[in-house]
């Protein structure tokens, strides 16, 4: 989350997924205002991730309209404001006005 706000990111906000998902156990999502700003939030917050001893996999960088990192238990989402409308990730899993996820919306 400091890696993020350092970087600018913009609407941080962190879903615990612990007891929701077994894919991590929290999920991020936050926003830059271009593909550039995208691009260069995800590659800096990698680069800390793997300097605090951690692993970072990168997804949707080519484009940077959603960047995807995989941090092992945390997951990031970065997306433009547009993309980030769109797939509305928030509603998906049901997050609430304070930025906790209720339980997920069932397809």
Do not use: C
Not at 16 to 37: C, F, Y
Not at 38 to 64: C, D, H, P, Y
Not at 83 to 93: A, G, K
């Amino acid at each position: 989350m400091k890696s993020l706000d350092d970087d600018q990111a913009q609407d941080v906000i962190s879903i615990p997924l612990d007891g929701k998902s077994n894919i991590a156990d929290h999920m991020v999502i936050a926003e830059g205002r271009s593909t550039r700003q995208v691009a260069s939030i995800a590659q800096k917050l990698a680069e800390r991730v793997k300097q605090s001893g951690g692993t970072a996999r990168i997804e949707g960088l080519a484009n940077a309209d959603w960047v995807l990192i995989d941090a092992g238990d945390v997951i990031v989402h970065l997306f433009r404001p547009e993309v980030r409308s769109f797939y509305n990730l928030e509603r998906m899993w049901a997050v609430d006005e304070e930025g906790d996820a209720a339980d997920a919306v069932e397809a």
